[in-house]
């Protein structure tokens, strides 16, 4: 540790400039806060920009949400951009986002945060000690070892994401392979890769994994592409009827049993797709237990065997010293030859900067879970930190989430309005970790899941922001009936945009969705003629 460090004083430090940080960073601006962004890389956007030997994007990856649900609420995408906009489309339009309000004026680029510190004053009460160092353009070599910045804040955002440390299984034999075996971190292209022609295998059945199997075996001609999966997948189109399928999410939707709702959409998925099962897919969950896997033409190269799903690795094996690749078998008894196995195995929160007290008051590493109220904030530290995109949404996009959390951060940190007591918060944390179990597939992966519309609602009501039928009337069907976007988060509250009403009539409105509300309203019609013909 340097023996002078430089030291400085701000209102807020935010941790991170990819989508969350900046929504933090421009929300806390709007409001008036003395804010620093610390960023190790020298870029913005986070895993949306491309890097070649770093974290972040394949070359080729369009974002599985359509962008009316995965937008900054007061920043819509050009008209022009697709459905599901390409990650070059999601880099400039963060880029955009980010000048549009001088976002980058207040960003320390290539500055890694070594340790983070809680101190108390007495006059001041709880503060925050963010040492830090700067690196090198890789953004993990410091630079000079001996040399520490230390910023003294008030409060302090997390937005490094839960995407920070990939988890690399083991599998028996794995240290006898002879070809390669990467992360789907250090996964670009086939090509950059340098795997065309080549025996693929894919551990893992998420997005991920289908987008590095298609592009295997469309893109790079390989001899043979599997994907190994140990629970199966039910596989979404990108479009069900004409739209792009997250727009079927609505607040509707949620008055119905999810049980219910699964078995819908269950149907409608076999109706286009046909049975998971004739895929070998093999699902051991209900679609609304997990988060599904979006794949425009997976069931296609399936279909013309271009890619084969098989069961969960059950060891790799070198037979001969002459064989190039390994053997792998997997538990349902088949065995195939590789020469590189793509780990699409996810990720586990990882946040090494925190001080082991800390990380014991908010971490259970074991099962990749936060002991956080509403995945925000911690009931033994209150407001002063806040852990911006520390979810995982059901459906729909994070940005949305991670938007809303730093607003009521502001909100929270302005003193408009507080957080309940401790006792209260932990009871919550408890009973969201009861529904959490109860709803989704067990498995670490689901330990941060939240529907993103009933999530929003809920946190957005402890500021004003949540949007009420009677206060929108000229768009309370789309409320009900309708995905509307992130822009309806925007219709009141404190920081309303004046721009989105119109921004939500924009949003289209599902067919199934709208002849269902149609019928409700004829068949509420109905029943009240029907009680008025006995009182007259």
């Known amino acids: 540790m340097s023996s002078n460090p430089r030291e400085s004083t701000v209102d807020v430090v935010v941790i991170g400039a990819g989508i969350s940080g900046l929504a933090a960073a421009k929300c806390l601006l709007d409001d008036g806060f003395k804010v620093t962004v610390l960023e190790r890389s020298g870029d913005i956007g986070g895993l949306w920009t491309y890097r070649e030997n770093d974290y972040g994007v394949m070359r080729f990856t369009h974002i599985n949400v359509s962008k009316h649900n995965y937008c900054f609420s007061d920043f819509p995408f050009p008209d022009d951009v697709p459905d599901y906009p390409h990650n070059k489309d999601m880099a400039k339009?963060?880029?955009?986002?980010?000048?549009?309000?001088?976002?980058?004026?207040?960003?320390?680029?290539?500055?890694?945060?070594?340790?983070?510190?809680?101190?108390?004053?007495?006059?001041?009460?709880?503060?925050?000690?963010?040492?830090?160092?700067?690196?090198?353009?890789?953004?993990?070599?410091?630079k000079s070892p001996e040399e520490e910045e230390i910023i003294t804040a008030r409060y302090v955002a997390i937005a490094t994401g839960h995407h920070a440390s990939p988890v690399d299984p083991k599998f028996r034999g794995e240290e006898t392979f002879k070809g390669e075996i990467i992360h789907s971190v250090k996964y670009k292209d086939v090509i950059f890769n340098g795997m065309e022609g080549k025996r693929v295998l894919i551990i893992g059945i998420g997005n991920s994994a289908v987008d590095v199997a298609v592009n295997c075996a469309s893109q790079g001609r390989c001899e043979s592409v599997y994907i190994s999966t140990r629970s199966g997948a039910w596989v979404v189109p990108n479009y069900l009827f004409g739209l792009p399928t997250d727009l079927y999410a609505c607040r509707a939707f949620f008055y119905i049993p999810w049980k219910v709702g699964s078995a819908i959409f269950e149907n409608i998925v076999k109706l286009i797709s046909g049975p998971p099962k004739r895929w070998n897919l093999n699902p051991k969950m209900r679609l609304l237990q997990t988060q599904p896997t979006v794949s425009p033409c997976l069931i296609h190269h399936i279909q013309r065997h271009d890619i084969r799903v098989v069961s969960n690795v059950q060891e790799i094996r070198t037979n001969s010293p002459s064989i190039d690749g390994s053997k792998v078998t997997f538990v349902d008894g088949q065995s195939a030859d590789f020469d590189v196995i793509v780990k699409c195995t996810g990720y586990k929160i990882d946040l090494p900067f925190l001080s082991e007290d800390l990380k014991r008051t908010i971490l259970d590493e074991d099962s990749n879970?936060?002991?956080?109220?509403?995945?925000?904030?911690?009931?033994?530290?209150?407001?002063?930190?806040?852990?911006?995109?520390?979810?995982?949404?059901?459906?729909?996009?994070?940005?949305?989430?991670?938007?809303?959390?730093?607003?009521?951060?502001?909100?929270?940190?302005?003193?408009?309005?507080?957080?309940?007591?401790?006792?209260?918060?932990?009871?919550?944390?408890?009973?969201?970790?009861?529904?959490?179990?109860?709803?989704y597939y067990h498995s670490n992966r689901h330990t941060i899941q939240k529907d993103p519309i009933l999530y929003n609602d809920d946190i957005t009501s402890m500021f004003g922001a949540k949007p009420e039928l009677l206060k929108n009337p000229t768009v309370a069907w789309r409320l009900l009936f309708g995905s509307c976007g992130t822009y309806q988060w925007r219709l009141q509250g404190p920081n309303a945009w004046s721009g989105a009403k119109e921004a939500v009539l924009k949003v289209p409105v599902t067919g199934m969705w709208h002849y269902t509300g149609v019928a409700l309203v004829v068949l509420v019609g109905l029943w009240l003629l029907y009680i008025l013909s006995f009182l007259f």
């Not at 007495?122 to 353009?137: F, P, Y």
């Not at 806040?386 to 995982?392: C, E, R, V, W």
């Not at 951060?409 to 932990?426: N, Q, Y």
């Open 93 to 142: 339009y963060i880029k955009d986002y980010a000048a549009h309000f001088k976002l980058q004026e207040h960003i320390k680029f290539f500055t890694k945060v070594k340790r983070l510190e809680k101190t108390e004053s007495s006059e001041k009460g709880t503060l925050w000690k963010v040492h830090c160092q700067r690196v090198e353009d890789d953004g993990k070599n410091v």
């Open 369 to 439: 879970s936060i002991r956080l109220y509403k995945n925000v904030f911690n009931p033994e530290i209150g407001h002063s930190l806040a852990f911006i995109g520390f979810a995982q949404p059901a459906s729909g996009g994070l940005l949305s989430m991670s938007e809303i959390q730093a607003r009521w951060f502001t909100e929270l940190a302005r003193g408009r309005c507080s957080l309940p007591t401790p006792l209260t918060m932990k009871e919550d944390i408890r009973e969201d970790e009861e529904k959490v179990r109860s709803r």
